[in-house]
């Protein structure tokens, strides 16, 4: 049993190790690659506060004005919110346009812009689901390092990254509202989803279930999306 419990702590070191190089490797590399990455326009604005931040500059870009008038619609409105939409005028007050001169309409930060539009309620039923996905995907990477498969080790560590990554990035933009946020995250509960495959482990519950049949719902639609794309290609490239 002695042996057994050192192998298991030499396997969690050396995960340990590898997770904590994989992350400095993709820090250096992001650093290494950023002026190329600046060509990407997806990546541009992330690029810049990136950059700020390396050079100890104001990194929220003018958001600060911004979040501070969608909190002072919260407190005025506290349980429901200003109504779905409203923050604009709470952004009239601060009067930053966009750059084709309209009036920005979201304060680049999903928690507090959902707080001034819909309140505590409205919040916490739009997080709940989110956060309790969150939730499985960590009782699953337990699950995976406690049978030691390590197979659904990793595709469980990719999907909470995933998820944790996309999840950081609403405190300064407004991702919700894009649609390559949505493919990301559906990206990630198909991680999460092929983990509960590999492992046999199922979550409790009747909520548990019925997001875990979403997840498999999604994984099946982005196989086939991939089958359709990948077949028309391979003809072609006959």
Known sequence: ETALALCSRRKRGLILLFGILCTAGGIALVLIFLPYLRQIPFLLRYVETVEQILSGADFTSGRGPLMAAAVRGFLAHPVFGMGWGQYLQMSAQVGMCDTNGKLIDDCHNIYLQFLCETGIVGTVLLLIPIFYLLYITCR?????????????????????????????????????????????????????????????????????????????????????????IRTPWKEGNR
């Open 140 to 228: 699953m990477l337990k699950v995976a390092r406690k049978i030691e498969n390590f197979t659904a080790l990793r595709l469980a560590s990719i999907s909470f990254l995933l998820q944790v990554f996309l999840l950081t990035l609403g405190l300064y933009d407004p991702s919700f509202q894009k649609l390559v946020f949505w493919c990301f995250y559906a990206l990630a509960l198909m991680f999460g989803n092929a983990a509960l495959l590999r492992s046999g482990w199922r979550p409790m519950g009747p909520v548990s279930l019925r997001l875990h049949h979403l997840a498999k719902a999604l994984t099946c639609a982005g196989t086939r999306f991939c089958s359709a």
